[in-house]
């Protein structure tokens, strides 16, 4: 990393942790989330569904404010943790993981409920018939069908999460080598005299690290498809 | 096997209550016009569609009993099915989707050998090639051995020939045979096409709106005059399960014995007593008051009118009972109102039945391997 500076390399190193752990927990969840919506019915659902894609509406301030209320310190879910787990949230980069998360959710719920609506329920049907239980049906032919939607879902959820700013400054504050992401570094050099250059480096290296990103989905989406038998 | 199915389901304007038991080893067919509820009751024996009301159960086993609140989920009833469309994994090679039910079947009950079916099926070659590189007739060969290979209590198949053509229909219809006879599967097989039924079939219920209107076996129904507004009008025919008898190689003939006496059809490379099932088409059938003398027709048999179907208007078909009692066999005969009138013809009135014997081709003789098993 001789290339960058200490900082810079701090800031990138934490950005891609933050990204990742957000995509991590959030990939299982989405997915559950998806199929419920897709393919149950259930009192509340519209209701869910409102929830779920209420970070992609709300300003993202607003978002980092309600998860400082619920997971702060003294905040409900937050004193939970600290509690039975030990697990501080707030001001903590794993905080900033929970933020980038919760924005990122409905872009992967909604990738992965697409590609679920797009697999043929009568295959399904078929594999019970076979003698396969629900959640094998699930696991060998709903999901490896719905992966084209995963990776989609995984690389918005991922992009999301890289460039995740206001619920993140919000919630957990702007904490050299804990809470600050590259925006919010980049967001901090641009505040202080003759910090332009420094933001100029940042913002280049941002557009390299998603342009790899990019670049490795693509790859990936190509095996995929192989995978399932061509395009 | 016993299966008795009894239930009730109403769907959108349509009304099913179908009940029938059937003590098929071979093929039951469920034959009827598209709409009178076949897939319906095919999904619900396979447990893919819930009844309101009734009882579904295979040899005393219970799949289905409103009344003892059993609903016994597809995944467990092991019975296996082939549908209209393939169905194969996309992303799955025709290997893996050949043995993707087997690890359910218990290790008892695994008596299908893989090997045996892919043999059975010509499906060898495929094996590590996917669906979508495949030939509709190969992707349906691949769906039958799927389900076999799961080892079922019982196969259902749905028009599995419905999307394919008349070439491929030829192709996969041995197969089907070969199932029933070397593996000793019992089929439901669902079908509104009258040559699978003759050529399949062992028992057959008849389907109207949503009822099944009549059950028995294949020779009984298919001559009964009073289903046909049910089944559609099919070219009228009789069935007749002979056995062959004896060849004459030097005319390139070979002579079936069946209940109404000795058939003479175009050379079959069959060995004696191996039976074999005809299809006599009316229209291939004259009938005559006097014995006829000095015809070029080989097959004349003499018998009697059992039912006249006017309704026709200027063609007529005439329902016979050739032979001597009580070996008889039903015989289909297709003429003129005028000629019926002519000959004076009316239900137990003697006559002959001429059958030109080149009107039996090789499409109509269907392998009958095993001896039906009935009580």
């Known amino acids: 990393m001789g290339v960058l500076s200490p900082a810079e390399t701090e800031a990138l190193l934490l950005s891609l942790r933050v990204a990742f752990w957000s995509v991590l927990w959030s990939l299982p969840l989405g997915v559950f989330v998806a199929w419920l919506l897709a393919r149950c019915s259930f009192p509340g659902k519209t209701l869910l569904d409102g929830v779920v894609h209420l970070p992609l509406v709300l300003p993202p301030v607003v978002v980092g404010y309600a998860l400082l209320l619920l997971l702060g310190r003294r905040g409900p879910l937050g004193i939970w943790l600290e509690d039975w787990l030990g697990l501080t949230v707030a001001f903590t980069w794993r905080g900033a993981a929970v933020a980038a998360a919760v924005m990122a959710f409905p872009l992967m719920v909604r990738a992965v409920r697409l590609s679920l609506d797009a697999v043929d329920p009568r295959l399904e049907a078929a594999a019970r018939t076979l003698g396969a239980g629900r959640l094998w049906v699930f696991a060998t032919v709903t999901l490896p069908l719905t992966a084209p939607g995963i990776l989609t879902g995984v690389i918005l959820a991922y992009a999301r999460s890289l460039g995740e700013f206001g619920a993140t400054i919000t919630f957990v504050s702007n904490i050299p080598g804990e809470t600050r992401t590259l925006p919010l570094a980049i967001y901090t050099l641009t505040q202080v005299p003759g910090g332009e250059a420094g933001a100029l480096r940042l913002a280049i290296l941002s557009a390299v690290v998603a342009l790899l990103a990019l670049l490795a989905s693509e790859l990936l989406a190509r095996r995929i498809k192989a995978g399932l038998g061509g395009p | ?375």
């Open chain 2, 1 to 375: 096997m016993t299966l008795e199915v009894d239930v009730e389901r109403r769907l959108g304007a349509f009304n099913i209550a179908a009940r029938f038991v059937t003590e098929a080893g071979g093929i039951t067919v469920l034959f009827g016009r598209s709409g009178a509820g076949k897939t319906s009751v095919v999904n619900m024996i396979a447990g893919l569609l819930r009844p309101e009301r009734g009882r579904i159960a295979l040899d005393g086993r219970v799949f289905y009993d409103s009344e003892h609140g059993i609903d016994l989920p597809a995944e467990h009833r092991r019975i296996g099915y082939v549908f209209q469309e393939d169905r194969l994994f996309p992303h799955q090679t025709v290997r893996r989707n050949l043995h993707y039910g087997r690890r359910f079947a218990p290790a008892g009950e695994r008596r299908i050998e893989p090997d045996a079916v892919i043999e059975l099926l010509g499906i060898g070659h495929l094996l590590g090639r996917r669906p979508r590189s495949l030939s509709t007739g190969e992707k349906q060969r691949v769906a039958i051995g799927r389900a076999l290979i799961a080892c079922p209590r019982l196969l259902l198949m749905d028009e599995p020939l419905a999307s394919l053509d008349t070439a491929r229909r030829g192709e996969i219809l041995p197969y089907i045979e070969r199932l029933r006879d070397e593996l000793a599967m019992p089929v439901v097989y669902v079908s509104h096409a009258v040559e699978e039924v003759d050529r399949l079939a062992d028992e057959v219920v008849v389907m109207s709106e949503g009822r099944a209107a009549a059950v028995g076996a294949v020779e009984d129904i298919m001559s009964r005059l009073d289903l046909r507004p049910l089944t559609g009008r099919y070219e009228a025919g009789a069935v007749i399960d002979c056995a062959v008898e004896d060849h004459d190689r030097r005319y390139g003939l070979t002579y079936l014995r069946f209940p109404g006496g000795r058939l003479t059809v175009p050379f079959v490379d069959l060995p004696q007593g191996a039976p074999v099932r005809v299809r006599i088409r009316a229209r291939d059938v004259s009938v005559a008051r006097l014995a006829p003398a000095e015809i070029s027709i080989l097959n004349v048999f003499k018998g009697r009118v059992v039912e006249i179907d006017g309704e026709a208007g200027p063609i007529v078909d005439l329902r016979l009972e050739v032979g001597a009692p009580p070996e008889t066999a039903p015989l289909w005969a297709r003429i003129t109102a005028r000629s019926v009138a002519d000959l004076g013809l009316e239900p137990g009135a003697e006559v002959y039945a001429l059958v030109k014997a080149v009107a039996l081709d090789r499409r109509s003789l269907g392998l009958r391997q095993r001896a039906r098993a009935r009580d």
